[in-house]
């Protein structure tokens, strides 16, 4: 396959490799090779850092391809995903003072402080389970669809390069390694891709000739009930999975458990919140502009998916190529990264050192370098299974954790709301929400055999916006019916870990950590996010 940088281009790409090898050069060094600066970089990071990691942890290839694939396929409808900016205010603003006065190193020892240790150790399955199929398999292929697309790399010798480069800085360097490089790959990939927008953008004949030549349907973020993605599923399927994602997903919050301070941490996501209001332009948006330079006959897509490395090498002159291919080469290195490091935290800490209490801090951080192997070693074994649950690699992702997210987020939500709910109520849920996702996933790559119009097929194939609604209520029910028919916790245990056992020094101190400008900056993000959801709706340009 042909090679589409030159000369001028792969000096872009050198500058940017020697830029993080500097960074991630002088992070190693700084490492004191402990499990606390190992897994959460000493927790002495400042918000920018913070903020910007949270982003780069977030915004992977499959952002990039997937997000643009599915624009280019669907319209905007995914959009609701990317405007999760106030679900990211919600961990600063709610979540952040529980677990940085628990000092706890991941979500799943957080789950035991206020249930018990069952809970932990199901949790941390789950999650363990979710970056198999859910992050590692996803970034790994769609970083081996940009090393196919643009260096005319064939698809698994990119996804080997992918998984070797990027898990040498990572294994030796631990998580401070990890959130600084990210810091600058966050600057390069969001530079990259608004010179992309804009490029785009002016081909098409600015902002109103895109929309012009775009079916309304393509603008609507509220499709009709009729809809694959309707209005009803996705408005509340996607703050279940959002609470998931940014609340209590491992690989988030780990970014917040290394600041230095409640308040460093809590502006840190309102940084993160401004942050993730881009990837709807500069991610999304693209993606629409491929589609309408498809039906001009400019470009050729082969797949919905490669919109976005299409429009990088038929648009982008010389060198601003090579600046976006860093940018992407930057995303799915960042993405992986963070993979890496919440794999080796989560087992290490979750499950390894349950086992071993006596562990030395040489043995965690070796069996945390090797459990971050066999979890990205059965990611690229799962990626021949994907297409079986959903045609685009965004819609797949999305699927996938509709099928995980809902328990977990019921019980960390109603965990820290409730003071009622206990350890047997959480449990419980947690398990039957579990095997009722699990075998939600399993019976949609067996649908093919499955016969049609059967409750099986029925189930396999029900739309997974209403199952995600449907689990988190079916979780929220059976953890309140359980906790209600048996003892309630007792108060020491939970005392601080809920709203109502807070006690006042902790109050004041979370109170003390905050002013006028971090409630004004947030409500600024709440204020963009109902005006985008207006614009793009029956109200505003899709009428």
């Known amino acids: 396959m042909q090679n589409f940088l030159g000369s001028t281009d792969w000096i872009f790409v050198i500058i940017?490799?020697?830029?993080?090898?500097?960074?991630?050069?002088?992070?190693?060094?700084?490492?004191?090779?402990?499990?606390?600066?190992?897994?959460?970089?000493?927790?002495?990071?400042?918000?920018?850092?913070?903020?910007?990691?949270?982003?780069?942890?977030?915004?992977?290839?499959?952002?990039?391809?997937?997000?643009?694939?599915?624009?280019?396929?669907?319209?905007?409808?995914?959009?609701?995903?990317?405007?999760?900016?106030?679900?990211?205010?919600?961990?600063?603003?709610?979540?952040?003072?529980?677990?940085?006065?628990?000092?706890?190193?991941?979500?799943?020892?957080?789950?035991?402080?206020?249930?018990?240790?069952?809970?932990?150790?199901?949790?941390?399955?789950?999650?363990?389970?979710?970056?198999?199929?859910?992050?590692?398999?996803?970034?790994?292929?769609?970083?081996?669809?940009?090393?196919?697309?643009?260096?005319?790399?064939?698809?698994?010798?990119?996804?080997?390069?992918?998984?070797?480069?990027?898990?040498?800085?990572?294994?030796?360097?631990?998580?401070?390694?990890?959130?600084?490089?990210?810091?600058?790959?966050?600057?390069?990939?969001?530079?990259?891709?608004?010179?992309?927008?804009?490029?785009?953008?002016?081909?098409?004949?600015?902002?109103?000739?895109?929309?012009?030549?775009?079916?309304?349907?393509?603008?609507?973020?509220?499709?009709?009930?009729?809809?694959?993605?309707?209005?009803?599923?996705?408005?509340?399927?996607?703050?279940?999975?959002?609470?998931?994602?940014?609340?209590?997903?491992?690989?988030?919050?780990?970014?917040?458990?290394?600041?230095?301070?409640?308040?460093?941490?809590r502006r840190g996501t309102i940084f993160a919140a401004y942050l993730k209001l881009l990837p709807f332009f500069i991610f999304l948006i693209p993606g629409l502009i491929a589609l309408v330079l498809q039906q001009q006959g400019k470009i050729h897509m082969v797949?919905?998916?490669?919109?976005?490395?299409?429009?990088?090498?038929?648009?982008?002159?010389v060198g601003l190529r090579g600046l976006l291919a860093g940018g992407l080469l930057a995303a799915l290195m960042s993405s992986l990264a963070s993979v890496y490091n919440a794999c080796s935290t989560l087992y290490t800490m979750d499950i390894y050192k349950k086992q071993k209490p006596n562990a030395t801090n040489k043995e965690l951080v070796r069996v945390g370098r090797t459990a971050t192997a066999v979890v990205v070693l059965l990611g690229m074994v799962w990626i021949p299974l994907m297409k079986y649950i959903s045609e685009g690699l965004y819609g797949y992702l999305q699927s996938v954790q509709s099928y995980l997210a809902p328990p977990i987020a019921a019980a960390f939500l109603l965990g820290v709301f409730s003071k009622r709910i206990n350890a047997k109520g959480a449990y419980s849920a947690m398990v039957i929400g579990f095997i009722v996702g699990v075998l939600k996933l399993?019976?949609?790559?067996?649908?093919?055999?499955?016969?049609?119009?059967?409750?099986l097929y029925q189930f396999a194939t029900w739309n997974f916006l209403y199952f995600c609604i449907f689990l988190f209520v079916l979780s929220i029910v059976i953890m309140v019916v359980v906790s209600m028919l048996t003892p309630k916790p007792n108060e020491e245990q939970i005392k601080g870990l809920t709203f109502a056992t807070t006690v006042a020094e902790d109050r004041a101190a979370s109170r003390a950590s905050w002013n006028k400008w971090d409630v004004i900056l947030s409500l600024i993000v709440l204020a963009i996010i109902i005006s985008i959801f207006i614009y793009f709706s029956p109200l505003g340009v899709a009428k």
């Open 303 to 317: 797949k919905t998916d490669a919109a976005f490395p299409t429009l990088v090498k038929t648009m982008m002159p």
């Open 442 to 455: 399993v019976l949609e790559l067996l649908q093919t055999q499955l016969p049609q119009g059967g409750i």
């Open 16 to 265: 940017y490799f020697l830029v993080i090898a500097a960074v991630s050069v002088w992070s190693i060094r700084k490492s004191k090779n402990s499990p606390t600066d190992y897994f959460l970089a000493n927790r002495n990071l400042g918000w920018f850092v913070i903020g910007a990691s949270i982003l780069a942890s977030n915004v992977g290839s499959e952002h990039i391809v997937g997000l643009a694939g599915t624009a280019a396929d669907s319209g905007v409808v995914f959009g609701h995903y990317e405007l999760h900016s106030w679900i990211v205010l919600t961990l600063g603003w709610v979540f952040v003072p529980f677990y940085m006065r628990s000092m706890v190193y991941t979500m799943p020892e957080f789950l035991e402080r206020r249930f018990n240790a069952k809970a932990r150790r199901l949790l941390s399955i789950i999650q363990l389970l979710s970056y198999v199929i859910a992050k590692a398999a996803v970034t790994i292929y769609a970083g081996a669809i940009v090393f196919q697309s643009l260096l005319g790399v064939d698809f698994w010798t990119g996804a080997i390069i992918l998984v070797i480069v990027t898990g040498v800085y990572t294994v030796l360097g631990g998580l401070h390694a990890v959130m600084y490089t990210e810091a600058v790959q966050a600057i390069v990939l969001l530079a990259g891709s608004a010179v992309l927008l804009f490029i785009g953008l002016d081909k098409v004949g600015g902002w109103h000739g895109m929309v012009a030549a775009l079916p309304k349907a393509k603008l609507n973020m509220f499709p009709p009930l009729s809809d694959p993605h309707p209005w009803l599923g996705i408005l509340f399927a996607s703050p279940i999975v959002g609470l998931w994602y940014w609340c209590t997903d491992q690989h988030i919050v780990q970014r917040c458990l290394a600041g230095r301070n409640e308040q460093e941490a």
